[in-house]
């Protein structure tokens, strides 16, 4: 099946930092990513559409001064968390689509101390 | 209102029986359902994925879909310890495809 890689699989940060997030696609181009985000014992909530080569839309109540995507190219697209504060700890995951197929990649563990 | 609702369990089985799970949703015009499974502390791995209404079967494996109720569901026949994980429904419109909606998850234990 298709692969989707996320890198760091897990990152601890102090408070006020910035963390960037990398989802690749392995094995297809991906001009689609999305990123959600799961807290503890919750589901996955979309948090925004990655497009390649454009703007990427954010759900609302997603800050995009906050959360920093880029699509730079068809295989990869980065999401930035900026001044990181504790209650960013949380999940974070990105899918692509492949033939009507949603793959979701390994996702990030991100501690913000 | 959520607009996917699923019982977050857990829901404990003795192995080797069905286990069943289920989602409602209110939105219409959702057209693809999928059931995820999750591991703790990884990305969830897609199961089956059906669109529209009907039935899909795959391996120990079947997805039902009624649209007329709002109400898909997801069997695990002859169900193993390595099943014990958190089973995700998510579905999506036709207009919004990859924007997935998902249900709470249901955590469920298969004991040997």
């Known amino acids: 099946g298709a692969v989707v890689s996320q890198h760091p699989s897990w990152v601890i940060c102090k408070s006020g930092t910035s963390v960037k997030i990398e989802c690749r696609s392995l094995?297809?181009?991906?001009?689609?990513m999305f990123w959600y985000r799961q807290f503890p014992k919750q589901s996955l909530m979309l948090m925004a559409t990655?497009?390649?080569?454009?703007?990427?839309?954010?759900e609302q109540g997603v800050e995009k001064d906050k959360f920093l995507i880029n699509h730079a190219s068809l295989t990869l697209s980065t999401l930035t968390v900026t001044s990181a504060h504790p209650e960013d700890s949380s999940f974070y995951i990105c899918?692509?689509?492949?033939?009507?197929?949603?793959?979701f990649g390994p996702g990030t563990r991100l501690t913000v101390l | 209102q959520k607009e996917v609702e699923q019982d977050p369990g857990p829901l404990s089985v003795p192995e080797g029986a069905i286990v069943s799970l289920n989602c409602t949703y209110s939105?219409?015009?959702?057209?693809?359902f999928m059931w995820y499974r999750q591991y703790s502390r990884k990305g969830p791995e897609l199961l089956m994925y059906?669109?529209?209404?009907g039935n899909k079967e795959d391996g120990r494996f079947t997805a039902q879909v009624d649209k007329s109720s709002k109400y898909i569901s997801l069997f695990i026949r002859d169900s193993q310890p390595s099943d014990s994980a958190t089973y995700l429904c998510?579905?999506?419109?036709?207009?919004?495809?990859?924007?997935?909606?998902f249900g709470a998850g249901t955590q469920v234990v298969v004991t040997p």
């Open positions: 899918s692509s689509d492949r033939v009507n197929e949603q793959f």
């Open positions: 094995d297809f181009q991906a001009t689609t």
């Open positions: 990655s497009n390649e080569g454009s703007k990427a839309t954010y």
């Open positions: 939105n219409s015009a959702f057209q693809y």
């Open positions: 059906t669109y529209s209404s």
């Open positions: 998510a579905m999506s419109g036709a207009d919004s495809w990859g924007k997935l909606q």
